[in-house]
């Protein structure tokens, strides 16, 4: 085990010693005194354990391919931004654009995220990127999705499920899927996103991410899995295919 | 619905020249030509017809004549053929209007009214015949000022550089996705780019794996889709490059219909075969110049900062405090995109009315970064109808350090713009996806084609270059008192910042 203090190395610094210690065969890092340093985890390749005590700065693993990041505290904005493998975990709640353009490999969220999570999230293959977010997402989830998983517990909300808020989910979405423990209003929905009560294959579908949440950030899978959930699936892979004259 | 449109062009046969051999029919994507068997004819279909002059160009016998279809829409000045036909076409369809290729509208084109300044007797002009010519080019920021140190007579570089990207000559082949044109076309342009010490640029589709050994030599592109972008990606690459605007298309996204992602696209582009392929013109993780750095350097961190990220815009007419944003926002390189910028496919009026000439914001966004102290610390590349090595030269003058080729590459192999490369039919195998189409052009002959083209202009630039009495293009960058205008207003003088020819 790799031990940094980064309380007065800027990103780069800090950066480079992550990436000095990977390449010397360390498997796990952890860093001290985090204090909004940005991109930890970017560029590197080998599954090595990140622990991240702090709050790190944005775009944190953004095109990540690899890696295991545990972050003790809140995270910012970007998290895993352009992901293309790996795990993040972050034991508080996170910023904006989660997620985006995320490719693959799988992110835990205890509680709630900002604005624009899973935008433009995509898979391919046998990548299949999962966002479990605890809390509540904000306006704009899932925007254009293309692929992957995302479940929003909702776990800040009422017993049985949260009211979600948010608007404009799944807005141009194309692929892919979002599940929301509780309810949403039609008007909450992006038009190219279809909406169903998810029923018993959905949930046998989610419940291995439920349980990695559970077992992540503590909680009872049958409690979660018990309430309603609602399923969100496009309506088309080609939402806009007759927008133009040919 | 009984479509409106009258034909475009007529297909003349002149059936004494006619062997029947059928090359027309095979050649025609768009199904213009059909062998009637019983008949022993060669029919056509003249509605379908786009003038890409294919089975002309093959016919053994010289037996086609394509021409403009005299009779037409009268129409007059305003209401014209094209405004008709768009009307028409809409009213059939309800939908956007598309097209491919640069604007086509006839706005004054400044590089026709500049011309360049030559030596005399006093200052002799250079013979590149018998005298060396530098058009060796090195894209990146430049540090304020070099430290030199040295020992016993030995001088050596102090300054650290950041990295830089180095060319042969100041062209490269301009942003163009895998996806938009074929797999062929993409490596025509990454062998001749490699042959010719140059770069080409993937666009936003993602790199083949099968290119990735000409990656020294590939500018790989990170749009808002971020299709294709992965480790691998931004490592083979030389230089990074976040698309923000398309000339073609200022402010407005990309978009591969489903129908175009086949096996190969999905691969490269990393998405399932026959979805959508979105790319909306905001970038979701870029609303200000800050977000914009972030990008910027969380390219530059996980690629160890170790290559240029260049920054392309569509020029606009603000471009200049937007190019002042770029680089003050990390950029080694701001890319701008004239009005002429071309493309696969654009909604029509977006690619004919917005947007400016690249000659007024190429100018215009020069001498800001010089006006505020930093045009040292990025290059510019412009794009956008750069058609000859002439227009190279006065780019390069006006301020650019390379000017990126688009339209005239692939006119280079073969492109005859019948700016229907949205069709994903293209005769020429240059723009489409249908692999008894792609077949045509043959990726040998084509690198041969774009080398001889790089190799004629960069000939031609050294010829300029002496004629005015200068030996490196490096000193011709941004010297404006080379250029003359003729025919301009005050305020395009202005704007320039060039004299009027006399003067």
């Known amino acids: 085990m790799v031990e940094i203090d980064a309380g007065q190395l800027h990103y780069r610094e800090l950066n480079n010693m992550v990436k000095g210690a990977v390449a010397e065969g360390a498997e796990e890092i952890v860093l001290e005194n985090i204090y909004g340093q940005r991109y930890i985890g970017s560029g590197i390749r080998k599954p090595v354990r990140i622990v991240v005590h702090g709050v790190p700065g944005n775009d944190l693993g953004a095109f990540m391919d690899g890696p295991k990041i545990t972050v003790e505290r809140n995270a910012q904005d970007g998290v895993g931004n352009t992901m293309n493998s790996g795990v993040i975990v972050v034991h508080g709640r996170a910023g904006d654009i989660v997620a985006m353009g995320m490719r693959g490999g799988k992110i835990f969220i205890k ?90 294959e959905d949930i046998a579908l989610i419940r291995q991410y439920v349980e990695e949440y559970t077992q992540l950030f503590g909680g009872d899978v049958e409690d979660i899995l018990g309430s309603r959930f609602v399923k969100l699936w496009p309506k088309s892979s080609r939402p806009f295919g007759g927008l133009y004259a040919y | ?215 020294d030599h590939t500018i790989c592109q990170v749009a808002s889709g971020r299709f294709g972008v992965h480790a691998d990606y931004l490592e083979v690459a030389a230089a990074l490059e976040i698309k923000i605007g398309q000339g073609a298309k200022p402010g407005i996204g990309g978009h591969l219909p489903g129908e175009k992602v086949s096996a190969e696209i999905s691969r490269t582009r990393m998405i399932p075969e026959g979805t959508d392929a979105l790319s909306p013109a905001p970038h979701h993780d ?78 215009s966004v020069d001498s800001r970064l010089r006006d505020e102290g930093i045009r040292n610390r990025a290059s510019i590349v412009i794009a956008g109808g750069i058609r000859s090595s002439a227009d190279v030269v006065k780019a390069i003058a006006l301020g650019a350090d390379a000017v990126y080729i688009g339209t005239a590459a692939l006119v280079a192999l073969g492109c005859h713009v019948c700016q229907k490369c949205y069709t994903g039919t293209c005769n020429w195998g240059i723009a489409t996806q249908d692999p008894y189409l792609t077949k045509r052009l043959n990726p040998e002959v084509g690198t041969r084609r774009l080398v001889n083209l790089l190799t004629g202009w960069s000939h031609e630039i050294m010829e300029i270059l002496g004629g005015m009495g200068i030996n490196a293009i490096e000193s011709l960058r941004g010297n404006r008192l080379r250029l003359r205008g003729v025919g301009l207003t005050q305020e395009e003088l202005d704007i320039l910042g060039i004299k009027h020819a006399g003067a």
């Open chain 2, 286 to 363: 870029i609303y200000s110049i800050e977000d914009l750095a972030q990008l910027i350097y969380a390219l530059k961190e996980a690629t160890h900062w170790e290559k240029p990220v260049s920054v392309k815009i569509a020029a606009v007419h603000n471009s200049a405090a937007i190019a002042s944003g770029i680089v003050r926002a990390g950029a080694d390189i701001v890319a701008i995109d004239g009005i002429r910028g071309g493309t696969g496919a654009a909604p029509t009026m977006i690619r004919d009315n917005v947007g400016i000439p690249i000659e007024l914001a190429l100018a």
């Open chain 1, 111 to 200: 509680d709630s995220v900002g604005y624009r999570a899973a935008i433009h999230m995509k898979e391919y293959r046998k990548h299949k990127p999962v966002l479990v977010i605890g809390g509540q997402p904000q306006d704009f989830l899932g925007e254009y999705m293309a692929g992957g998983v995302v479940v929003a517990l909702g776990l800040n909300g009422n017993g049985n499920g949260a009211k979600f808020t948010a608007k404009h989910i799944g807005t141009g979405m194309h692929g892919g899927l979002i599940f929301l423990r509780g309810e949403v209003e039609e008007y909450q929905l992006g038009k190219e996103a279809a909406c169903a009560p998810a029923g018993e």
């Open chain 2, 1 to 215: 619905m009984k479509s409106y449109i009258i034909p475009e062009f007529l297909v003349d046969r002149d059936d004494h020249r006619c062997i029947r051999c059928e090359v027309c029919v095979r050649q025609c994507g768009f199904d213009v030509h059909y062998y009637d068997e019983e008949d022993d004819e060669v029919y056509v279909d003249e509605n379908k017809c786009v003038g890409c002059l294919r089975c002309v160009t093959l016919c053994p016998t010289n037996a086609l004549v394509v021409r403009e279809n005299p009779t037409q829409v009268p129409g007059n000045a305003n209401w014209n053929r094209e405004v008709l036909h768009n009307i028409y076409k809409q009213a059939e369809t309800g939908g956007v209007l598309l097209t491919g290729m640069g604007c086509d509208k006839d706005y004054r084109n400044y590089w026709d009214r500049i011309t360049l300044d030559a030596s005399q007797v006093t200052n002799p002009s250079i013979d590149p015949l018998r005298e060396p010519m530098e058009l060796r080019t090195y894209l990146g920021a430049k540090p304020d000022a070099l430290k030199i140190g040295g020992r016993k007579g030995k001088a050596s570089l102090q300054t650290a550089l950041s990295p830089q990207l180095r060319m042969e000559t100041p062209m490269m082949f301009s942003a163009i996705s895998y996806g938009a044109i074929s797999y062929n076309t993409c490596e025509c342009l990454a062998r001749a780019a490699t042959e010719m010490g140059t770069y080409y640029n993937t666009g936003e589709g993602g790199l083949h794996r099968d290119l990735y050994r000409y990656g």
